[in-house]
C-alpha cells in the first residue's frame, strides 16, 4: 500500500503572499490531519478533515484553511503569510473511526517565508 | 499545562542499555496513546500504541501505561545508535478522534 504523499516538498515564499499544500491519504483512510512543527512550538495541530467534513480544528487563526475531496485528498491553504509561518507542515492519514486507529505521517512540506 | 509533557531530555546512554521514555497527560478523557520515532529532518514515524493499562511489547520496544497515573512510557532494550532519534507521545481523546496531542518529545542520543 502507498503511504502518505505530500506536495510540494519544498516551498518558499514571501510575506503577504499565500501557499496551498496538498495531501494524499493512504488508500481508503477518511480522516486527513494537519500539523504545524516548529523547533519552538513542535507539533501543533491545525485540522483534521473527515468524509469531506472539518472535524476538528486547533487554535490557529483563519489565514490557515482547508478542504478535503470526495477522494479524501486534503489541501490547506495560507494566507497573507507570515515570517512566522516558517516550519514543516505534516499531514496524517487514518481510518479515523475508532480511537485506537493510528495516524501515518506524510513526508512534509517545508514551508519556509522570506 | 500542556495536555502532554515529556521529559525533555536529552537522554544518552550506551549502545546495548535500556532507553527509557517518559510521558504525562492531563486530560482523563485520553484513551489511547502513541509513540512515533522522528529522526532529524524526517517526519514521525509510528512505532507503537497503547490503549490498555499494562505493558505492550514489540521486538526491543515496551510500552508501558498506567492510566491512573496519567503515566506513559516506552522502554527500548539493547538500544542502537540507530535507534538516535527524537520520540514523540501522543495522546488521543475518545471526543476528538482525528486530534492527537503530542508532547514537546525527548531526544535520545545511543553512543556506541
Known amino acids: 500500500k502507498a503511504g502518505v504523499t505530500q506536495t510540494p516538498r519544498y516551498l518558499i515564499k514571501t510575506r503577504g503572499q499565500q501557499v496551498t499544500l496538498s495531501c494524499s491519504p493512504i488508500?481508503?483512510?477518511?480522516?486527513v490531519s494537519w500539523y504545524q512543527q516548529t523547533p519552538g512550538q513542535g507539533l501543533q495541530f491545525l485540522f483534521e478533515y473527515f468524509s469531506e467534513t472539518q472535524r476538528n480544528k486547533g487554535n490557529f487563526p483563519g489565514r490557515f484553511s482547508g478542504r478535503q475531496f470526495s477522494n479524501s485528498r486534503s489541501e490547506m491553504n495560507v494566507s497573507t503569510l507570515e515570517l512566522g509561518d516558517s516550519a514543516l507542515y505534516l499531514c496524517a492519514s487514518s481510518l479515523g473511526q475508532t480511537s485506537t486507529d493510528t495516524q501515518y505521517f506524510g513526508p512534509g512540506t517545508r514551508l519556509t517565508v522570506l | 499545562q500542556k495536555e502532554v509533557e515529556q521529559n525533555s531530555g536529552p537522554l544518552s546512554v550506551p549502545e546495548g542499555a535500556i532507553a527509557s521514555l517518559n510521558c504525562t497527560y492531563s486530560d482523563r478523557g485520553s484513551q489511547s496513546f502513541f509513540w512515533y520515532r522522528q529522526y532529524s529532518g524526517k517526519s514521525p514515524e509510528l512505532i507503537m500504541f497503547i490503549y490498555s493499562n499494562g505493558d505492550k511489547e514489540d521486538g526491543r520496544f515496551t510500552a508501558q501505561l498506567n492510566k491512573a497515573s496519567q503515566y506513559v512510557s516506552l522502554l527500548i532494550r539493547d538500544s542502537q545508535p540507530s535507534d538516535s532519534a527524537t520520540y514523540l507521545c501522543?495522546?488521543?481523546?475518545?471526543?476528538?478522534?482525528?486530534?492527537?496531542?503530542f508532547g514537546r518529545g525527548t531526544q535520545l542520543t545511543v553512543w556506541p
Open positions: 501522543a495522546a488521543r481523546r475518545g471526543s476528538t478522534l482525528g486530534r492527537l496531542y
Open positions: 488508500s481508503g483512510h477518511r480522516s
